[in-house]
Nanobody, 127 residues
Framework: QVQLVESGGGLVRPGGSLKLSCVAS????????IGWFRQAPGRPREGVGC??????????SDSVKGRFSLSRDNSGNTAQLHLQMNRLDSDDTAVYYC??????????????????WGKGTLVTVSS
């Protein structure tokens, strides 16, 4: 059973930084994708950044390129994905979710391909 636990959300001022972490387990670490997605009130869920194990690289949405960066750690049967968010603005306010895809049928920024989701962590950017 896939389990995902997110942490690191909170309130930050515009221009500030925040780091989110996701700890995931219960799937094969040899073939998977893991990513961060977000959903603001009244807006559709969108991909923020992800790692595709087959491609061996990170992908970012255009809206966060140059501001957000991903890093990852795999230890034993656990995958960790960290999202460093810099130069935050009010448009970044959303619930951020971590998700895993074990089929790799669609690109990892496409939320419709994700199989398992965390509960989410709220990021609020406000002065």
């Amino acid at each position: 059973q896939v389990q995902l636990v997110e942490s690191g959300g909170g309130l930050v001022r515009p221009g500030g930084s925040l780091k989110l972490s996701c700890v995931a387990s219960g799937f094969s670490l040899s073939y998977y994708a893991i990513g961060w997605f977000r959903q603001a009130p009244g807006r559709p869920r969108e991909g923020v950044g992800c790692f595709d194990s087959y491609a061996g690289k990170f992908f970012y949405s255009d809206s966060v390129k140059g501001r957000f960066s991903l890093s990852r750690d795999n230890s034993g049967n656990t995958a960790q994905l960290h999202l460093q968010m810099n130069r935050l603005d009010s448009d970044d306010t959303a619930v951020y979710y971590c998700a895993v895809d074990v089929d790799l049928v669609v690109r990892c920024l496409d939320h419709t391909g994700m199989d398992s989701w965390g509960k989410g962590t709220l990021v609020t950017v406000s002065s």
